[in-house]
């Protein structure tokens, strides 16, 4: 059974850092698409960065650029979110996603992209 599992959220101050894990089961990330998401209470899920499969690819929201970085550990069948510098607008459940081809990499990516989801990770900033 494919599944996705999101770790790492948390409570933090603005300013800090959290690293978020995105570990596939019951398949190998290899030659997925990934990406991280997040929606805030009352708003639409909105992309946060994406990875192609080949790791050619890599995007970012402009609100995340230089400080969000997404990497992959194919041995370890997981891949991360690196999040510097936080600010409260960064406040949302964090959800990765995979994609077997289904995201035109030529483009940014959506939801409607991605058809398996974990189920999510709490990031809280604030003082």
């Known amino acids: 059974q494919l599944q996705l599992v999101e770790s790492g959220g948390g409570l933090v101050q603005p300013g800090g850092s959290l690293k978020l894990s995105c570990a596939a089961s019951?398949?190998?990330?290899?030659?997925?698409?990934i990406g991280w998401f997040r929606q805030a209470p009352g708003k639409e899920r909105e992309g946060v960065s994406c990875i192609s499969s080949s790791g050619d690819s890599r995007i970012y929201a402009d609100s995340v650029k230089g400080r969000f970085t997404i990497s992959g550990d194919f041995a370890r069948n997981t891949v991360y979110l690196q999040m510097n510098n936080l600010e409260p607008e960064d406040t949302a459940v964090y959800y990765c996603?995979?994609?077997?081809?289904?995201?035109?990499?030529?483009?940014?990516?959506?939801?409607?992209?991605?058809?398996?989801w974990g189920q999510g990770t709490q990031v809280t900033v604030s003082s």
């Open positions: 019951g398949f190998t990330l290899h030659g997925y698409d």
């Open positions: 996603a995979a994609s077997l081809g289904q995201w035109d990499t030529s483009r940014w990516c959506l939801p409607r992209d991605f058809g398996s």
